[in-house]
């Protein structure tokens, strides 16, 4: 009898297991289900945007009426427009009482973005998409916009540029404003601004050191606020944050040795960094990274600001390039 009972316990458990075990085959199995049907879901849609690359979309953009292709609004990544008639959420877009999508916009600069985004699109190497002539009262509203629908750095490709205005007398910007040089004739601070201006937003600046032959070995690159003015000792003020060739972090326009493990020789000539200046509320932080190395630094809680990008050149005929300046899409350039 005893033998018995442990047998139907034994049984008891097995069928208790196997009961737990068939449930979970069906979890599975319906969760498997709900990943197919996901799937499908997600290439019946992709099918349909491949069919309707073509498709003609009528918009009402505060009363104006116009039309345009699908290709033509979804052409460039990560902008608004892309987002907004990929046909994923199109259905959810505010429409007019005929249908049309409503679009609260500027009408004139509006019509000049389209007129852009056509060009572009029939552009080559060989021959460019021209930029918008804008009247000068529209100024200001057309350049919102293209920020607001991040198309900003298309437009004004200056802004991954070194200013050529926002300079010391004796830095040279050179090929196009990708190149800044240092040409004092002896050893001395000389700083250069970008000339772009960043807010809410990740973007990532990407710099090659290409000639430091400075006695000290001397460069700074970091960020600054847009209202400073370029000085010879620029990295001294109280806006100023980056990291100096010497071993030194600048933090507030302070400079602190070997600063969370920074330290001499981690940049040198023809070292490559990507620099990140993440200024979205909350974050606030700005990501030294060296190209081709295990070498991450970081400096935290950075003022609320608009920031530039800085390069202080120390020895004569040192120079610095920028390789991009990119922004993560979806973040948009102030000006």
């Not at 979205?280 to 970081?298: K, S």
Request: charge should be negative; include cysteine; proline fraction near 3%.
């Amino acid at each position: 009898m005893e033998d018995l009972s442990e047998l139907t316990d034994l049984t008891q458990q097995l069928n208790a297991k196997l009961q737990d075990r068939i449930e979970q085959v069906k979890t599975d199995m319906a969760r498997l289900q709900e990943e197919k049907a996901e799937f499908e879901a997600e290439k019946e849609v992709m099918q349909c945007l491949t069919s309707q690359e073509s498709d003609i979309i009528k918009l009402n953009v505060r009363g104006r009426l116009m039309e345009t292709r699908r290709s033509t609004l979804c052409q460039v990544d990560g902008c608004l427009l892309q987002y907004m008639f990929s046909g994923r959420w199109e259905d959810r877009l505010e429409r007019d009482s005929d249908g049309r999508v409503f679009l609260d916009y500027n009408p004139y600069c509006f019509e000049k973005i389209l007129d852009f985004l056509w060009a572009l699109q029939h552009s080559s190497p060989e021959s460019p998409a021209p930029l918008p002539e804008i009247r000068g009262d529209e100024g200001a509203n057309f350049r919102l916009l293209a920020r607001y629908l991040g198309l900003e750095e298309l437009i004004y490709p200056e802004l991954k540029r070194f200013s050529d205005e926002l300079k010391t007398a004796e830095v040279v910007v050179m090929d196009d404003g990708l190149r800044a040089v240092q040409k004092a004739g002896k050893d001395a601070y000389q700083s250069v601004f970008g000339h772009g201006v960043f807010v809410n937003e990740v973007v990532e600046f990407r710099l090659k050191i290409e000639q430091l032959r400075n006695s000290y070995k001397w460069m700074m690159f970091g960020v600054i606020p847009e209202d400073y003015p370029a000085t010879r000792n620029s990295h001294e003020k109280q806006g100023s944050f980056g990291w100096s060739t010497n071993g030194n972090t600048w933090i507030a326009g302070k400079s602190t040795r070997s600063y969370k493990g920074f330290k001499s020789g981690v940049l040198c000539e023809a070292t490559e960094v990507v620099m990140t200046l993440d200024c979205r509320p909350r974050y606030n932080t700005l990501t030294l990274h060296v190209t081709g190395a295990n070498q991450e630094y970081q400096l935290v809680d950075l003022p609320r600001n608009q920031w530039r990008l800085q390069v202080v050149l120390y020895g004569n005929n040192d120079e610095i390039r920028i390789q991009n300046i990119k922004k993560v899409p979806g973040s948009h350039i102030l000006k």
